[in-house]
């Protein structure tokens, strides 16, 4: 069985201005859906996956849904709603 709760996930690194704007978007977003947001720092992570900087390295902040792309440099807010609701089978609260 599948698990049905997505996953959200926020690539940055520290200094990362825009990161720190796009992670107070999704915790509000996901706030809405019940959800936690997971952040990866790429530079602390590229110790075990250096393959991770360097696909997304250079585009930071990136968010992934459920480990796929799903945005970056800016929270493209009406299509992660859409998108988790559709997941979820229903809107945000």
Do not use: W
């Not at 999704?26 to 809405?32: K, N, P, S």
């Not at 075990?48 to 800016?74: C, I, K, Q, T, W």
């Amino acid at each position: 069985m599948t698990n049905p709760t997505p996953t959200v996930t926020l690539l940055t690194r520290a200094g990362c201005g825009l990161c720190g704007i796009a992670l107070a978007q999704l915790e509000t977003i996901c706030g809405d859906f019940g959800l936690p947001v997971h952040t990866v720092d790429v530079d602390e992570a590229a110790v075990s996956n250096p393959g991770l900087r360097a696909e997304y390295g250079d585009r930071l902040p990136v968010v992934l849904l459920d480990g796929r792309e799903h945005s970056y440099f800016d929270v493209d807010e009406p299509r992660l709603r859409a998108d988790l609701s559709r997941f979820a089978g229903r809107g945000g609260k």
